[in-house]
């Protein structure tokens, strides 16, 4: 731990605090008539860093598993010194996982085979991706109170506490309804030990799923880490861990490795549905050893949407006075309730649902769909000592939906480069807080990444990644495993705080070899004056696309602006790139799916869904 990070610590460390799935979805098809994209296992923890000036920002999404009590979820984040805490969005963390979301697309074009041919494309079928620390006895609780910082932020009690030994904070949290996990003692005295205080979150009393949200805590710092010391006590193996960084450039990890995943690895043709496996073995490779990430993508923040962070329409003043009878039509009227019969209530923001089960509860026996879509069948039975005017409604939905929302779109405007970089990692792996800091001179990574898959009269196929190098597809249908050809990483670099990044491993040139003996093999590329379907022009191949564009690269896989394989020289080179378009002359199927995309929160064990 180096003493300038003012932040080191996010960790699910308590009582049934295992990483929860949430279902997430992201992409773009072209034409319509296609299945939309696939739902992926979302599990991991999420994290926006802001990073710029003398000040520091991180915002913190809340895994949970909601088969838990939440009134056992206790958090645990080491800090160099006491930040500010505030509630933060959970819809700025939905927009950037779906505007950043690794998506993988088919331009698929047929040989000329004396007949007519079409171009077709189909979805995948969807598919998903413990704790032995030594036991820590409990010390005398003797000395000053430890206690430096406490509040209530949103729906969490928050204190910040400070010891040179870790038994006077458990005593403190213990004896203050805050749950403990004894494998947590160690950790936590090494983060003391360099001179970090602890700060402990919980539900406060009455709070439920529903009111889980971000936290976000602003320090003084040039640069920030993640706290993967305490991280692996709630754990799984090869867990997913999300970086977002907002600044003026793009970020990079400072002490951990970087990664250029081996395209050849992806499977292209089940739309990179493989995707997690790869990036696993990749970050594990040698010289990665574990603690390494790809960038998934980098570039401009603008196409962050901001639709449902923050709208003008919002108000909370006026709630205060109002008939508990009018509530929802009133949210309508702002856009953040849409309720149409007792079946049917969708919330604009997933936290509208949490506050209203706080100040307008539905009578007993009665189900909250049936209660908000009809509030004036219920004005007798409604609890106004509850709503109180209105006036903790008002207040909630300031704290945390509007100022929330207000910053978000802040945040956005303020910083235009937006950099997400994504890895797994396991328990024995997680020895050392990564950092991150910004470096101008990096390149850019596009999160769209299309490969063109030339289907050959004979049922083969030939599929031309985004650096131009070309797979031979025996049979057509499923990726390849070319013997030999056993890199998962095509490079691991180390990238420091400025110039370009320092190679430590490239597998560039046996990668490539290896591919060259195995078309040759099959008689790829066909030796000059061959039959039909030598060389596809536009003039004879039945299905190209004529879209714009030159495609994407294999940024998603891990790019660091630059791919090494470069351009093969091959026709199917020059073949055109790929961008949706809805009207015009013939034209192939193109179809981008989503990996690791949007999250949607759907409100538990009710009749009542989130609107996202």
């Known amino acids: 731990m180096r003493s300038f990070n003012y932040l080191c610590g996010v960790s699910l460390v308590m009582a049934g605090l295992v990483p929860a799935r949430a279902d997430a979805c992201g992409g773009t098809f072209c ?79 047929f040989e000329s085979c004396g007949g007519d041919s079409g171009s077709s494309a189909s979805l995948s079928d969807t598919f998903s991706g413990t704790d032995d620390s030594p036991k820590f006895d409990l010390p005398g609780t003797g000395g000053p109170d430890p206690l430096l910082l406490q509040e209530t932020v949103g729906a969490f009690d928050v204190v910040v506490l400070q010891d040179t030994q870790v038994g006077p904070i458990q005593a403190w949290l213990e004896g203050n309804g805050y749950s403990w996990d004894p494998n947590a003692g160690p950790i936590l005295q090494q983060y003391l030990d360099e001179g970090n205080v602890i700060a402990a979150l919980k539900l406060t009393n009455g709070a439920g799923l529903a009111d889980i949200h971000p936290i976000t805590l602003t ?15 709630a754990a799984v193996d090869d867990m997913d861990i999300r970086v977002f960084v907002l600044a003026n450039d793009r970020a990079a990890p400072r002490n951990f490795r970087h990664v250029l995943v081996n395209p050849l690895k992806i499977d292209w043709l089940q739309y990179a549905a493989n995707y997690k496996e790869v ?13 390494a990430f790809v960038t998934e993508y980098a570039g401009t923040s603008a196409g962050v949407g901001q639709s449902g962070v923050y709208s003008e329409s919002w108000d909370e003043k006026v709630f205060v006075g109002l008939d508990p009878t009018q509530v929802i039509s009133e949210l309508n009227n702002q856009g953040l309730a849409f309720c149409y019969s007792e079946f049917d209530c969708f919330w604009g923001h997933p936290l509208v649902y949490g506050l209203l089960l706080e100040s307008l509860p539905p009578p007993d026996g009665v189900e909250p769909a049936t209660f908000y879509a009809d509030l004036a069948s219920f004005a007798g039975q409604i609890d106004v000592m509850k709503w109180n005017g209105g006036a903790e409604f008002s207040a909630g939905l300031l704290e945390r939906i509007v100022e929330p929302g207000l910053h978000a779109v802040d945040l956005l405007d303020t910083w235009p480069y937006l950099t997400r970089m994504f890895t797994t990692i396991s328990p024995n792996e997680m020895m050392e807080d990564p950092i991150f800091h910004i470096n101008p001179d990096l390149g850019e990574v596009p999160q769209l990444n299309f490969c063109t898959n030339y289907i050959l009269c004979n049922g083969d196929s030939v599929v031309t990644v985004p650096d131009g190098r070309e797979v031979y597809v025996p049979g057509g249908t499923i990726w390849p495993d070319i013997p030999g050809e056993d890199w998962w990483e095509e490079e691991v670099q180390t990238i420091g705080l400025k110039g370009a990044p320092m190679t430590l491993v490239n597998n560039t040139a046996g990668i490539t070899k290896k591919l060259v003996e195995w078309n040759l093999a099959h008689g790829w590329p066909r030796e000059p004056g061959g039959t039909s379907g030598d060389v596809p022009t536009t003039g004879d191949v039945s299905g190209t696309t004529s879209f714009g564009g030159t495609g994407g690269s294999s940024g998603s896989s891990g790019s660091g602006g630059s791919e090494p394989g470069g351009d093969t020289g091959s026709p199917l080179a020059n073949e055109p790139g790929c961008a949706c378009r809805s009207a015009g002359g013939p034209a192939g199927s193109l179809l981008l799916l989503g990996l690791l995309g949007l999250r949607r929160r759907r409100q538990p064990a009710h009749s009542l869904a989130t609107w996202s």
């Open 31 to 109: 034409d319509g008539g296609i299945p939309g994209p696939m739902p992926v296992d979302q599990t991991g923890e999420n994290v926006i860093f802001v990073m710029g000036g003398d000040k520091a920002e991180v915002h913190i999404q809340i895994s949970y598993d909601p088969n838990t009590n939440a009134q056992q979820f206790a958090w645990m984040i080491p800090l160099t010194a006491v930040p500010d805490f505030s509630v933060g969005s959970q819809p700025l963390f939905d927009q950037m996982l779906a505007a950043t979301v690794p998506t993988y697309g088919i331009n698929q074009v």
């Open 219 to 233: 320090y003084q710092s040039d640069e920030t880490c993640f706290p993967l010391r305490l991280t692996r006590i």
């Open 279 to 291: 990036i696993s073995n990749a970050v594990d490779a040698m010289m990665a050893d574990g603690r």
